[in-house]
């Protein structure tokens, strides 16, 4: 059964810092994998998605990179801003090209002014 | 924007009652999906459809029954609501590339 995992739990930094948060998944046979913006009360905003066959994508300041032998994805955000606290989920696709995610527990990042 | 659209977006109900949640899309994408995010659990899919009236389980579906006689809604069905589905649910949609693209989210409380 395919299990993810995001560590850590929280983190917080100073504004201005480049950080890493990172994602982990037990079964390196995924389809896709997306990671994800959650504002608190809020619905889930897509960040980036990275096809199986790609190691990385970009936008803007955020770059996620995918290393599916090893089971593990990091999402690097670079001058981090206030406006970048929220929590941050990945999820890998099971079974193909259904898009049935299965989540991680997400990582709750706080930017300090 | 994916163009989804849940309601209600807010729901207060009495155990044993039915309640069912509307999602719907404006863009005629194929596959749907319901989740619920607990504290704790994170989130876990309960049904997903790959096409009017096709549907199938996810991870969390008892108690739960879906339908899509449309393209654009998909609905989900608490038969008779217990406290344990106090939950935040949300839709969520395959969009272009494969993007999965979620709702807004009805914060469903069973008193």
């Known amino acids: 059964k395919q299990e993810v995992t995001q560590i850590p739990a929280a983190l917080s930094v100073p504004e201005g810092e480049n950080l890493v948060l990172n994602c982990s998944f037990t079964?390196?046979?995924?389809?896709?994998l997306q990671w994800f913006r959650q504002d608190p009360g809020k619905g889930l905003t897509s960040l980036l998605l990275i096809q199986s066959s790609q190691r990385e994508q970009t936008s803007g300041r955020l770059n996620a990179s995918l290393d599916k032998s090893s089971g593990r994805s990091t999402l690097y955000i670079a001058a981090s801003q206030p406006g970048d606290s929220a929590t941050y989920l990945c999820?890998?696709?099971?079974?193909?090209?259904?898009?049935?995610?299965?989540f991680g527990q997400g990582t709750t990042l706080q930017v300090k002014p | 924007d994916a163009g989804i659209t849940q309601s209600p977006r807010h729901k207060v109900t009495e155990t044993g009652t039915p309640v069912t949640l509307r999602c719907h899309q404006t863009e005629n994408h194929r596959y749907m999906y319901w989740y619920r995010q607990d504290p704790g659990h994170g989130l876990r899919l309960i049904h997903y459809?790959?096409?009017?009236?096709?549907?199938d389980k996810g991870e969390v579906s008892d108690g739960y029954s879906v339908s899509r006689s449309k393209t654009e809604d998909f609905l989900l069905t608490l038969e008779s609501a217990t406290s344990s589905q106090t939950s935040v649910y949300f839709c969520a949609i395959m969009g272009q590339g494969n993007t999965i693209y979620f709702g807004e989210g009805s914060w469903l409380t069973v008193v």
């Open positions: 459809s790959y096409g009017v009236k096709d549907t």
């Open positions: 079964d390196s046979a995924i389809y896709n």
């Open positions: 999820a890998v696709f099971g079974s193909g090209n259904t898009g049935k995610l299965i």
